[in-house]
């Protein structure tokens, strides 16, 4: 596994950089597929380097060009997002986990080697029936059979000439580069490819085997645990989408999704929208924060909302999110799990989620995000693993909660 340091899902990053990273992607885009310069390339490399400084985004990429943007869930929703918000007229999506009881996905198609295969799309069929480039944006392609997959399933309704598939990192083999050339002549389509770093890895030796659970961190500790609910702060700001979803278990949900997440698709003035109203809750957010080493926390595939909001709570604001990957836990140098947590999801009792890289005492503060309300016991559970590394918990519901 492959774990990022500017993704922000594993480890904590300065969420600024995790916006950029989205851009930096989209300005290659443009280089290597569209062949033009955009002008943005030294400031987006300097602001990257320097740790983003005074850095604002916003759409660089002409109006010319207006893709269907898909993001892969759940790692790669906020860069999916993130690559998006570089184009001043395009179409955005990211591909969910989730079951909506009352909507039939428009496409559905498997990750064989994820720890959730199955990646459903709740949007309307009208976003792709039509010509327009497909961009497919995942954080690392290492066989490419993912995209491969929702290819295959976007052509079989929805077919057209070009697709695009962009990535960080790129380690495909020679023998995964032809399978996507075997599809181009077997569809009769482009497939470009688009990444920041590219080569071919070679693993040896074996792994170590152990108990992950036996890894995770088992201190008891008290904390301050409070609550903010963004729909009762500011009741008319975001838009949501009503109807019921379906847990693991067989629950049934009727708290309502965020109509502007990207779940269900999102254009340029959806996203300008979006814009404005994070503007204003992340300056009350900022107004919240009662320390000076912040940690944001996003759950799941809530991951842009919450990476946006922490880039405009201050300085000292560190971001990265819950998964579902079960990764060994070591507390060794350069390791990409060193400290661990496991819990139900709150949202979801029968899925194991985790996080991982919050040592004791790192952070004064943790904003924790969800964009629907949780149920109270497994909420619980995680809270009070956390609290016996962070004193301070502020509970982040935009939708539902008491």
Request: hydrophobic letters at 35%.
């Amino acid at each position: 596994m492959f774990v990022s340091k500017v993704l922000g899902k594993h480890i904590p990053i300065n969420p600024r950089i995790g916006l950029l990273t989205g851009e930096l992607l989209a300005n290659r885009y443009m280089e290597k597929v569209k062949k033009k310069e955009t002008g943005k390339a030294e400031e987006l490399l300097s602001a990257f380097k320097n740790g983003s400084g005074t850095f604002n985004s916003s759409p660089f990429i002409g109006a010319e060009h207006n893709p269907v943007i898909i993001g892969f869930a759940e790692t790669a929703t906020a860069l999916g997002h993130a690559f998006f918000q570089s184009f001043q007229k395009a179409e955005f999506f990211h591909t969910t986990r989730e079951q909506l009881a009352d909507r039939v996905p428009v496409i559905t198609f498997e990750e064989e080697h994820s720890h959730a295969t199955s990646h459903r799309c709740y949007i309307d069929g009208r976003l792709l029936d039509n010509q327009r480039e497909i961009i497919l944006v995942d954080d690392e392609m290492t066989t490419g059979n993912t995209a491969v997959n929702i290819i295959r399933s976007i052509h079989a309704r929805f077919p057209r000439e070009v697709y695009t598939v962009v990535s960080i990192l790129d380690w495909r083999s020679e023998e995964d580069l032809n399978r996507f050339n075997a599809l181009e002549k077997e569809l009769g389509i482009t497939i470009h490819s688009v990444s920041l770093l590219k080569g071919e890895i070679r693993v040896q030796g074996s792994p170590e085997t152990g108990d992950i659970q036996a890894n995770f961190q088992t201190k008891e500790e008290t904390a301050i645990v409070s609550y903010i609910h963004i729909n009762k702060e500011f009741p008319d700001l975001l838009d949501h989408i009503e109807g019921p979803s379906v847990t693991l278990g067989g629950d049934i949900r009727q708290v309502p999704y965020l109509k502007d997440s990207g779940r269900f698709g999102l254009n340029e003035k959806g996203q300008e929208r979006l814009e404005n109203a994070l503007s204003i809750i992340g300056t009350y957010l900022s107004s919240s924060r009662t320390g000076k080493r912040t940690l944001c926390l996003g759950t799941g595939e809530f991951m842009y909302i919450p990476m946006k909001l922490a880039s405009l709570m201050g300085e000292s604001v560190k971001f990265h999110s819950t998964t579902r990957s079960p990764i060994f836990v070591r507390n060794e140098e350069n390791y990409g799990a060193q400290y661990g947590i496991s819990f139900p999801n709150p949202e979801d009792r029968d899925m194991a989620q985790y996080v991982y890289n919050i040592p004791e005492g790192l952070y004064d503060e943790l904003f924790l995000f969800f964009e629907r309300e949780a149920f109270n016991d497994t909420l619980e559970i995680l809270i009070s693993q956390i609290k016996k590394y962070i004193k301070d918990i502020k509970v982040v519901f935009f939708n539902g909660g008491e």
